[in-house]
C-alpha cells in the first residue's frame, strides 16, 4: 500500500472550493485524465453520494467508482474509489488562511493486478499525478477565466497550435481532402430544414457523408454538440478550448428544445441557439441576431445507413465582410466541418453496431417476456436458455450440457453479431465477467438490465410459464440476487466487472418496455440507473 499526501493553498473562499471539489462531476475540467463522471445517486450531494468515473486516455478507460464515506461541509471530505487497477480510501480537509483556504490530501492507495508488484513505483507516480491535479484545480479557480476554467496546463499552448497546423494542411489540399466530404446529387441545391430562417442568404455551404448506422444511432452524437457540452467533434484545441470531444454518449445532453443554447467556444459570449430540433432527423442552430444558420440533417438510405447532410447559410450587408467570409472563411469552415463529419461517422460507427445485453433476475422475474416483447426486431441477436433447449437433439436436453452449450452459444453470438440479448440468473459472477470481457474484446458496449422481482411474483411467473423451480434453488437464487442488487446501487459493477451501463426495472417498469434499443439509450435517471433508487 501507497500513500499519498499534500497540501496547496488557493485564493478562494473555503465554501466555493469544497463545494467545487466535492461536485466530482467538475473534476474533468482540471484532471486530464479524468474522461467523465456522472452522479449514480440522487441529489443534493453529501455522505454516500456515489459517482461512476472513466479514468485514462481517449483509446483505454478503465471504469471506476467514487463513494463518499464523511461530508462535513467546509471542513473534510472522505472518500474510497474503486477501479481494476487501484483501490484508494482518503479525505481531503479544508481550513480557511489568510490568503483563501488550505487543502491537505491523504489517501491510502492499494494497487491491484500486476501493479501489486511496484507498489512504491505507483506511490510515487500517485503523489507527482495529485500534486500536478491540485495546481490545475488552483489555476482554475484563482484565474475565473472562462478559457482557463476549460484548459489543462501544457494543452493550452501547444494543442491550438497543433490543430491550427493540421487545418492548415487540410485548406491547402482541399481538392483531395474535400472528396469525403462531398456532396453528391441534389444535396447542394435542394430545401433543406433551416434554409427558410435565413432568406436573404448570400453565401451557403453543404457539405455531407455517409455513415454505416441508423438515424437513431446517429442523433445522440449530434443532439450533445456543443462546447463546454460534448464539443464539436473537430478540431479541439481551436474551437473547444482544448478540451477533447466526448467519445461517448452523453445521457443528460440528449434532451434538446427550441431556445437552447450550444456555446460556441469557451467564452461565454459566442454561441449558436437551437432554432429548430426533429430527434432523430434535424436539429438546426443559428445565432441571436437570424443572420445565420447550421443545419444538420440525417437522412436513412437503407436499414442501415445514414447519410448526414450539413448546411451552413448567412447574410451580409457589407461587401468587405462578403469578401472576408468567402476568401477567408469558406476554407476555415470546409477544412473544421470535414473534420467534424469524419469524426462523428468514427465514432457513431465505433459504437452503434456494437451492444451486448444481459437481462437478469431470479427465476421467473420474466426475463424471456421483456425480451420477446422488447427486442423483436431483426437487428437482435436473441439467445436464452428455451431458444438453445430447443435446439438441442430430444435425448440430450435434460442432460448436464445444456448450460455449457448456452454459454458456448452466447460467446460465439458475441463474436459474430452486432447486437446481442441473452438471458440469465445473473448470479454467476463468472458469467458476467465473461460477457463484458467478450464485449470488451470485440469493442462492444455491455448493458446489464436487472429485473428486480419479489419472489411472489417470480413464483406466479414460473407457474404460469410451467416450470417451477426446486424450492434450494430459488433460495439459492433469492439470497444471492439481494447482493447483485447491492453492487448494482453501489456501482460495483460497473467499476469492477465493467459494464458501460446497469439498468435496474420492477416488474411494472419492465412491463412498459417496448424498445429494448431506447431502453439502453435513456438517461440514467429515477430507478432505471445503476443505483436502483427509485
Given amino acids: 500500500m501507497a500513500r499519498v499526501e499534500g497540501e496547496i493553498v488557493i485564493r478562494r473562499p473555503v465554501d466555493e472550493v469544497f463545494d467545487f471539489v466535492a461536485d466530482e462531476r467538475n473534476e474533468p475540467r482540471y484532471n486530464p485524465h479524468m474522461r467523465g463522471v456522472e452522479l449514480l445517486t440522487d441529489e443534493p450531494i453529501g455522505k454516500r453520494s456515489v459517482f461512476s468515473a472513466r479514468l485514462g486516455t481517449r483509446r483505454r478507460t478503465v471504469p471506476m467508482t467514487i463513494e463518499f464515506t464523511e461530508f462535513d461541509r467546509s471542513r473534510r471530505l472522505a472518500s474510497s474509489t474503486h477501479s481494476s487497477l487501484v483501490d484508494t480510501v482518503g ?205 444538420f440533417v440525417l437522412e436513412p438510405l437503407d436499414a442501415s445507413h445514414t447519410r448526414v447532410i450539413t448546411r451552413s447559410r448567412g447574410a451580409y450587408d457589407r461587401l468587405a465582410l462578403g469578401l472576408m467570409l468567402q476568401v477567408f472563411w469558406r476554407p476555415v469552415h470546409f477544412a473544421m466541418q470535414r473534420r467534424q463529419l469524419l469524426n462523428l461517422k468514427r465514432l457513431v460507427e465505433a459504437t452503434a453496431h456494437s451492444v451486448v445485453v444481459l437481462v437478469v433476475g431470479i427465476p421467473g422475474a420474466g426475463k424471456t417476456v421483456l425480451i420477446d416483447r422488447a427486442a423483436n426486431s431483426s437487428e437482435w441477436t436473441v439467445l436464452d436458455l428455451d431458444r438453445v433447449r430447443r435446439r438441442l437433439p430430444t435425448a440430450v436436453r435434460r442432460m448436464p450440457v445444456l448450460y455449457p452449450v448456452y454459454v458456448l452459444a452466447l460467446v460465439a453470438a458475441i463474436a459474430r453479431h452486432t447486437h446481442v440479448v441473452a438471458e440469465s440468473r445473473g448470479t454467476y459472477a463468472w458469467l458476467r465477467r465473461l460477457v463484458t470481457a467478450c464485449a470488451r474484446a470485440r469493442g462492444r458496449e455491455a448493458v446489464i438490465v436487472l429485473l428486480d422481482a419479489s419472489t411472489e411474483d417470480a413464483l406466479a411467473g414460473q407457474k404460469v410459464r410451467g416450470r417451477v423451480a426446486p424450492a434450494p434453488v430459488m433460495h439459492a437464487n433469492t439470497a444471492s440476487w439481494g447482493r447483485l442488487l447491492d453492487a448494482a446501487r453501489s456501482g460495483a459493477l460497473v467499476a469492477e466487472e465493467g459494464w458501460s451501463k446497469v439498468v435496474v426495472l420492477d416488474r411494472a417498469q419492465a412491463s412498459e418496455v417496448e424498445d429494448l434499443g431506447e431502453l439502453i439509450r435513456e438517461p440514467t435517471t429515477g430507478r432505471r440507473n445503476g443505483n436502483g433508487h427509485g
Fill in 91 to 295: 479525505a481531503l480537509t479544508f481550513e480557511p488562511v489568510a490568503d483563501g483556504t488550505r487543502v491537505q490530501w491523504s489517501r491510502d492507495v492499494q494497487p491491484r493486478g500486476a501493479l501489486l508488484l511496484i507498489p512504491s513505483v505507483v506511490g510515487l507516480i500517485g503523489r507527482r499525478q495529485e500534486q500536478a491535479i491540485w495546481g490545475n484545480l488552483k489555476r482554475l479557480l484563482e484565474t475565473g477565466d472562462s478559457e482557463a476554467q476549460e484548459l489543462f496546463a501544457g494543452t493550452r499552448r501547444v494543442q491550438p497550435l497543433r490543430d491550427a497546423l493540421r487545418l492548415a494542411g487540410v485548406m491547402l489540399t482541399a481538392p483531395l481532402s474535400g472528396r469525403r466530404s462531398r456532396p453528391v446529387a441534389d444535396e447542394q441545391d435542394r430545401s433543406l430544414p433551416g434554409d427558410e430562417l435565413v432568406t436573404d442568404a448570400k453565401l451557403g455551404w453543404t457539405h455531407a457523408i455517409t455513415i454505416d448506422a441508423r438515424p437513431a444511432d446517429v442523433w445522440p452524437w449530434v443532439a450533445q454538440m456543443g462546447c463546454r457540452r460534448a464539443g464539436w467533434y473537430s478540431y479541439d484545441g481551436l474551437d473547444n478550448g482544448g478540451v477533447p470531444s466526448a467519445d461517448r454518449i452523453l445521457p443528460q445532453l440528449q434532451h434538446v428544445r427550441v431556445g437552447d443554447v450550444f456555446p460556441q467556444t469557451p467564452k461565454a459570449e459566442d454561441r449558436f441557439v437551437v432554432r429548430a430540433v426533429e430527434p432523430g432527423s434535424a436539429l438546426v442552430l443559428g445565432d441571436d441576431a437570424g443572420s445565420m444558420s447550421w443545419s
